[in-house]
């Protein structure tokens, strides 16, 4: 009721304010309004062309963004693959590392035994050497 109230006086009050002036002045007040409303009314054709222009930029960023995380889950893929492949090699390096590792050490017993063997055969070729010329001379 209040604001019913407070619109009925603003009402009043115009109409008092308006019933006071000459023709020439609300013929002025009416062009004025006039005037203004075709401002508003290009402002928001404007507004309208614009949030429009915005809503296809948004659009577009949305499209541009669905091609851009495609792209990422793409890589993401790859590079769990890469990874995957990446530990197989070290796997694969690991047990080569092993092998080597085992073969050089058996190398080293064959090399130990060959040298041992080496030796022998010296000594023993120097003591039928010996043998051999103490048979001639003695």
């Not at 040298?115 to 055969?121: F, G, I, S, V």
């Amino acid at each position: 009721m209040a604001t019913n109230a407070k619109e009925n006086s603003a009402i009043k009050g115009r109409q008092t304010k308006l019933s006071k002036k000459s023709h020439e002045e609300l013929i002025a007040i009416v062009l004025k309004k006039d005037r203004v409303e075709r401002n508003l009314t290009r402002q928001i054709g404007n507004l309208k062309a614009e949030v429009n222009h915005l809503v296809f930029r948004v659009e577009n960023f949305d499209r541009d963004m669905a091609g851009v995380n495609k792209q990422r889950n793409i890589l993401i893929d790859k590079n769990k693959t890469l990874n995957e492949q990446l530990n197989a090699i070290r796997m694969e390096k690991e047990d080569t590392d092993k092998m080597n590792k085992t073969y050089h050490n058996l190398l080293e017993v064959k090399e130990k035994e060959i040298h041992n063997l080496y030796r022998l055969l010296g000594f023993s070729g120097t003591l039928l050497l010996g043998a051999c010329i103490c048979f001639i001379f003695c």
